[in-house]
């Protein structure tokens, strides 16, 4: 016999999973990159969800504004390990990642909201778009 209290318990548990604080990227049929934009502020930094392949490679590009820069990103596998590049715990630029596993990915971007570390965090509105070859 169920109790209806420790199903909701276990349900509740599923919906307090990583997966739900990130922001899910879809590529369209035939294609091999899908694009987020929108606003970024708090802390600057923004989290994406996408599902690739063991194998793949991943690009993580700015949108085409010059204040768009991303300032870092890394990526967190379907294991749950923390991806750099470049013997860093972190990508800059076009840096790209060869993906070591089959499933979905967080991506963590963080990007550069202040002016200098007096100047106080301003949002902007980003774009940034996710290649996977």
């Not at 990583?18 to 294609?31: N, V, Y």
């Not at 802390?43 to 793949?56: E, H, I, M, V, Y």
Request: proline letters at 5%.
């Amino acid at each position: 016999m169920k109790h209806p209290l420790l199903v909701f318990a276990i349900s509740s548990l599923s919906l307090a999973t990583p997966s739900f604080a990130q922001t899910r990227i879809s590529f369209a049929r035939g294609s091999d990159s899908g694009t987020w934009s929108g606003h970024v502020s708090g802390d600057g930094s923004k989290s994406f969800l996408l599902n690739a392949r063991r194998g793949q490679s991943l690009w993580v590009h700015d949108g085409d504004d010059p204040r768009n820069v991303i300032y870092t990103w890394q990526l967190i596998t379907p294991s749950g390990r923390t991806l750099g590049c470049r013997s860093a715990g972190y990508c800059i630029g076009d840096d790209s990642i060869q993906l070591p596993e089959s499933g979905d990915y967080i991506v963590r971007t963080t990007y550069r909201l202040t002016g200098g570390w007096k100047s106080p965090a301003t949002p902007r509105y980003v774009s940034v778009t996710f290649t996977i070859r």
